[in-house]
């Protein structure tokens, strides 16, 4: 049976904003620049789950820009609207940039390959000549995701830890209600989406054996440690590779 | 597998760029530009504040990092700030934080305020700056803020040389007006002469808001009453597998004589 998932949005806890603060808000918002947030350009919608839970299936509202052509971030939310929470980020590196990383950080990272080519993956609003074009260079990348706000569950505040998230990698993973329901949603048929995407290539290497955790599950845990601040000065050139 | 107080395995140091990667070419930027078009963005376009402030490395104190925060309100008691290492647009986004006021922060339970941090100090010393925009305006938000707890979480720590988002995301706290919390006077002139402001005479003008009793069983700035900091490991687990979808035939029930 397909869990219940989190459809109902529960308010943040809290007064409604008060007239002096909103107009506090505004005049900032007029006055300053907000250089690296005008570089998102692009909204993206996928589903993740928790790296040691596939049954809990989050979807997920990606703001995205590039920090160059190899590179991408974004934050993300639980929803396209105005009063969205912001539940946590994803890096996209292109498959050249995750061969460099160390073998011990490639297990943080998923592949795109089959959510693009699936069709689950999209652009809301964007007519899909146009998504094709970028979504052809997704396939290609692999993602770092990290959520903060675990708003399937229920929970009115980000609480616990941060969980490091995957994305999909095969048929029968995604529960069908919650693609019906994103696909009624935005109007969009995966099926006809992954037709017009069988033209795409993956990932030219494959996807990397440490990638999407190395087929296993990942959690994150909470250790206290004492605080002193470190003897070693902190290192500041970077450290050569030879 | 990975810690944050790790330092993660070298990269190749390339060109030396952070992050690695070539310019975007022409054709995509205008691919970027007519989707962009196309698309309403209305989360990001409710940001409606760029704050800079310093934060420190839970995990490590003496690792101390200038903060942009560009924040969304989402209730008078709620909220949420996407932040950067710097306020240009070629800038890193380096994680996350969310602020509460007192009275949503005194709901939490003792284990979830240990990971949060206060306000108050921020605020009064001059830290907290809105580039731009002038102070009388901002009084009434300042002595909002100077009320409020936050959670932030680092995801890429460019201060170590991490020339991409590496290892598990850090837990950050705030400054503060003793030892360790203590923000280095040269990163704090490195701003002012930035943003042609100057902390000591913020902090004289904040010298009278209001800040919050400490009282209540608050566990927040953990650091200051224990000595002890966070680290997030990332370990193995067991996955939680989706059931297989199994169709289920109805058959009739056997009939009995």
Not at chain 1, 189 to 211: D, T, V, W
Not at chain 2, 66 to 84: C, G, K, M, P, W
Not at chain 2, 101 to 128: A, C, N, R, Y
Not at chain 2, 161 to 181: E, F, K, T, V, W
Request: hydrophobic letters at 35%.
């Amino acid at each position: 049976m397909d869990p219940i998932h989190a459809n109902v949005v529960k308010d943040v806890p809290g007064e409604k904003t008060k007239i002096g603060t909103s107009i506090v808000d505004t005049a900032a918002a007029t006055i300053q620049s907000f250089g690296p947030t005008k570089q998102i350009h692009q909204h993206l919608c996928a589903f993740h789950f928790y790296a040691d839970d596939m049954t809990r299936q989050v979807e997920a509202h990606h703001y995205c820009g590039h920090l160059n052509d190899e590179v991408r971030q974004c934050l993300i939310y639980d929803r396209p609207d105005a009063d969205a929470r912001l539940i946590g980020v994803e890096y996209l590196v292109t498959e050249e940039l995750f061969l460099t990383l160390p073998d011990e950080e490639k297990p943080l990272w998923h592949s795109h390959e089959y959510e693009v080519k699936s069709g689950v993956l999209f652009l809301p609003g964007v007519p899909g000549p146009v998504e094709r074009k970028d979504l052809e260079k997704v396939a290609k990348t692999y993602g770092k995701t990290i959520h903060f706000w675990q708003v399937d569950r229920g929970d009115e505040l980000p609480l616990g830890l941060p969980q490091v998230m995957m994305a999909l990698t095969r048929d029968g993973q995604l529960y069908p209600n919650l693609a019906k329901d994103v696909e009624s949603k935005y109007g969009v048929s995966f099926q006809k989406e992954r037709e017009n995407r069988a033209y795409m290539e993956g990932l030219a290497h494959g996807i990397h054996p440490k990638a999407n955790a190395a087929g296993v599950g990942l959690k994150t845990v909470l250790r206290e440690i004492d605080c002193k601040p470190s003897s070693d000065p902190p290192p500041s050139v970077p450290r050569v590779f030879v | 597998m990975a810690s944050s107080d790790k330092t993660p395995d070298s990269m190749p140091v390339g060109a030396g760029k952070v992050p690695p990667g070539k310019p975007m070419t022409v054709g995509d930027q205008v691919i970027d530009k007519s989707a962009q078009m196309l698309q309403t963005l209305k989360p990001i376009k409710q940001m409606s504040q760029h704050v800079c402030t310093f934060a420190v490395y839970g995990h490590d104190m003496s690792r101390q990092i200038e903060a942009h925060h560009y924040i969304t309100r989402l209730n008078q008691d709620f909220l949420q700030s996407a932040v950067y290492d710097s306020n240009e647009p070629s800038a890193n986004l380096i994680g996350v934080e969310y602020i509460v006021s007192d009275k949503i922060f005194d709901t939490l339970p003792p284990e979830e305020q240990k990971l949060w941090h206060s306000h108050d100090h921020e605020v009064t010393s001059g830290m907290w700056v809105c580039p731009g925009v002038p102070e009388r305006i901002q009084r009434t938000e300042f002595e909002n803020i100077a009320h409020t707890y936050g959670k932030f979480w680092c995801t890429w720590q460019v201060d170590r040389g991490d020339r991409l988002p590496l290892g598990a995301p850090a837990l950050m706290m705030s400054p503060q007006i003793a030892n360790m919390g203590v923000i280095k006077p040269e990163l704090v002139h490195v701003r002012d002469n930035k943003f042609k402001i100057s902390t000591e005479e913020l902090k004289k003008s904040r010298a009278n808001i209001p800040v919050s009793n400490p009282g209540n069983a608050r566990v927040a700035d953990y650091w200051m009453h224990t000595g002890k900091g966070f680290a997030i490991d990332i370990e193995h687990a067991e996955m939680k597998m989706k059931e297989p979808q199994v169709e289920i035939k109805m058959v009739e029930a056997p009939k009995f004589p």
